[in-house]
């Protein structure tokens, strides 16, 4: 793919030396799982506060882009993972 092209999807100015290994892309929706799917892009999905929901997602939805292109991925395979986490004497230390 064309550096020129890799920038009118990203939004961002790309020099022509650009692989799309390179390019930021910030979104979980299904078009740019897709499209990392389609350039073999591995992914990295940082730790939020929340539990469950959007992690767990992120990581099937990952998964079902390569599937949908053919390549059984296992989950969480091609990606790294963000977790927060504070360590204290109790549950209800850490809360404060």
């Known amino acids: 793919m064309a550096a ?7 939004g961002r100015e790309t020099p022509e030396a650009a692989s799309a290994a390179r390019i930021g892309i910030q979104s979980g929706s299904e078009r740019a799982l897709d499209f990392m799917a389609k350039y073999g892009i591995s ?7 929340a539990e469950g929901g959007a992690v767990e997602r992120h990581m099937l939805g990952f998964q079902a ?3 949908r292109r053919g390549i059984h991925l296992e989950l969480g395979e091609r990606l790294a993972l963000g977790y ?3 360590i204290a004497s109790s549950r209800e230390q850490a809360i404060r």
């Open 65 to 67: 882009a390569y599937a």
């Open 43 to 49: 992914g990295v999905i940082g730790g939020g506060s």
């Open 84 to 86: 927060q986490f504070h």
């Open 4 to 10: 020129a092209q890799l920038g009118a999807i990203s």
